[in-house]
């Protein structure tokens, strides 16, 4: 009766020890709990620094050259409409000293020009117009400042930002690989983050800069025209007064 209990009581024991280490099976309509993936931060990449930084640089640099130029070229600026009142008025030699004075208190673009023809009225006409021509392109290279940089980023801002699309995509096909890692899906984000980050940028920055180029180009050639008009017609009114003396 006692070695009958004694392995009743053994078998309880074994079977109370082998409950506890079977773990509980899943109540239905509850899912096991899925493994848990670090998130990791995409890698950081020089590359991506230096071409969304050379970017920005380009497009505040494209920003104030549009806001210099746009204050310099204005009409007033360029021909004042005070001294091209007084031009058009200059009959007498009296008038011409004031035509001269006024030149002088109205620093300019086109009372430049028209001080050197008042200046070299004791040479022909032919040497005055000469003159005016290589002082005018002078002058004229002097409006262009800082044109030519805007052409320069209307280029370049593009094929920055496709050397930031392309790298981004070299770094989007590293990211592919057949088992799927914390890593590998950070730099597969990063790929495209860089890729997509570059082409904006570079449209942004060229976008601007071409409509500012081309808008500033127009209209310097349109006041050296005006400009041109303007000193052709003093010098033959004066010309003329001195061929009836």
Known sequence: MNSRLGLLAT??????????????????GTAAPAPTVEQKEPPSST????????????????IFLIVERGIALRQETVIPAQLAAAQANCRT??????????????????????ASCIDHLHLS????????????????????????????????????????TIFGLITLFK?????????????????????LEATLL????AIPSLVGWSYYNRRIEAMAVEME????AFLRGQYEQVREN
């Open 175 to 195: 990211g592919m690989g057949v088992d799927v890692t914390a890593e590998q899906t950070a730099t597969f984000s990063e790929g495209i983050s860089l890729a």
């Open 125 to 164: 006409r032919e040497d005055n117009q000469e003159l005016l021509q290589t002082r005018a392109r002078a002058e004229v290279v002097r409006m262009e400042r800082g044109i030519v940089i805007l052409e320069i980023i209307t280029g370049v801002g593009p094929l920055l930002g496709l050397v930031g």
């Open 229 to 232: 008009t303007l000193c052709d």
């Open 202 to 205: 570079g449209l942004m920055v």
């Open 11 to 28: 078998l309880l024991a074994f079977a109370a020890l082998f409950l506890h280490l079977t773990p509980a099976p899943a109540a239905e």
């Open 93 to 114: 030699p009296e008038d011409l000293t004031t035509l001269r004075t006024v030149c002088n208190q109205h620093p300019s673009t086109f009372g430049r020009l028209l």
């Open 47 to 62: 590359m991506k620094t230096v071409i969304i930084g050379v970017l920005i640089l380009a497009s505040v640099l494209s």
